[in-house]
């Protein structure tokens, strides 16, 4: 069965660190999502690409974070410098299409000491 | 703003049923979505309503009426594996799946 693939599992760094997560989603799917949830919260959208370009990053805090999607295909989450208040699970969903419901990895969680 | 009201907790013993609400407020509304997570793990798809009425599946039902902004999971013979949180999600215009905070359920022997 296809799966959204997703590494590092864990990661632990200290604050001002850069760190970044990797994300493979489904073959075909054009959609992909960068999530971040932190503990006791629902999960928030931070990015949304359609194939490789950006169609949501208005809760990117982009002085900071950046994402990308070169090839449409796998993509790319960074943060420098790290914060503590950073750690958090960050999941990355795929679909097949824009407005179809989307399949979620397994997830990183960050932990910034 | 666009919001997803849901309890925060609920309780309930083995072998009962459970209902958990949410009410929405979101733009672009396609559907409502549940999604069940595990401690340490990530959300997995439970349900969708598209349109109005009752999606049964299994164990688990979701509701969905659009005119009053809300819906429901229902979660019949309760079994411990059950305990987890639970989300409810808008799907919206361009695909964007708002969540909201989660109901966290207990299943006590």
């Known amino acids: 069965e296809a799966e959204v693939a997703q590494s590092p599992r864990y990661k632990i760094t200290e604050k001002s660190q850069a760190v970044a997560f990797w994300c493979d989603p489904i073959?075909?799917?054009?959609?992909l999502y960068w999530y971040r949830q932190i503990l006791g919260q629902g999960p928030e959208l931070l990015v949304q690409?359609?194939?490789?370009?950006?169609?949501?990053d208005s809760q990117l805090p982009k002085d900071r974070f950046s994402a990308e999607r070169l090839k449409g295909v796998d993509s790319t989450l960074k943060i420098q410098p790290a914060e503590l208040g950073d750690s958090a699970m960050y999941l990355c969903?795929?679909?097949?299409?824009?407005?179809?419901?989307?399949?979620f990895g397994p997830g990183t969680r960050l932990t910034v000491l | 703003g666009q919001s997803l009201e849901q309890p925060s907790e609920v309780t309930a013993v083995e072998g009962a049923i459970v209902q958990i609400n949410c009410t929405y407020q979101?733009?672009?509304?396609?559907?409502l979505s549940w999604y069940q997570q595990h401690d340490g793990g990530a959300p997995t798809f439970l349900s969708y309503?598209?349109?109005?009425g009752l999606e049964e599946t299994g164990r688990f039902s979701s509701f969905l009426s659009r005119s009053d902004s809300y819906g429901y999971l229902l979660l019949q013979e309760l079994q411990m594996k059950d305990s987890a949180s639970y989300f409810c999600?808008?799907?919206?215009?361009?695909?964007?799946?708002?969540f909201g905070q989660g109901t966290e359920l207990s299943v006590k022997p």
């Open positions: 969903a795929s679909s097949l299409v824009r407005d179809a419901l989307p399949f």
């Open positions: 073959s075909g799917h054009a959609t």
């Open positions: 690409f359609q194939d490789e370009s950006v169609v949501d």
């Open positions: 979101t733009s672009g509304f396609y559907g």
């Open positions: 309503n598209a349109l109005d």
């Open positions: 999600a808008s799907i919206n215009q361009g695909g964007k799946l708002i």
